[in-house]
């Protein structure tokens, strides 16, 4: 049984600062990819940033120079320091991760950015 938990999220007010975390535990085979997707109300999940193994990262457009993903691959937790928060970034953020052959993902923290 692989268990993805999550953590970190809140209200926050405009321009301030969150950080999630996603911990992973159970039986289950090396770690490639782990990510962070949000879905606001009445729209698609969509990736918010990603990162490999070997550490390389891609993030969506409307976070670049905000958002900062990082892993510490021995704990098998992901890490999202999200600054500058805007209330467009309200939403649930999912925790995702790749093995060989399986994805997984987390149930859900939000984040609201409101005054």
């Known amino acids: 049984q692989v268990q993805l938990v999550e953590s970190g999220g809140g209200l926050v007010q405009p321009g301030g600062s969150l950080r999630l975390s996603c911990a992973a535990s159970?039986?289950?085979?090396?770690?490639?990819?782990m990510a962070w997707y949000r879905q606001a109300p009445g729209k698609l999940r969509e990736l918010v940033a990603r990162?490999?193994?070997?550490?390389?990262?891609n993030y969506a457009d409307s976070v670049k120079g905000r958002f900062t993903i990082s892993r510490d691959s021995a704990k098998r937790t992901v890490y999202l320091q999200m600054n500058s928060l805007k209330p467009e970034d309200t939403a649930i953020y999912f925790c995702?991760?790749?093995?060989?052959?399986?994805?997984?993902w987390g149930q859900g923290t939000q984040v609201t950015v409101s005054s």
């Open positions: 995702y991760v790749l093995t060989l052959g399986s994805v997984y």
């Open positions: 159970g039986s289950f085979l090396s770690i490639n990819t």
């Open positions: 990162i490999t193994s070997g550490s390389s990262t």
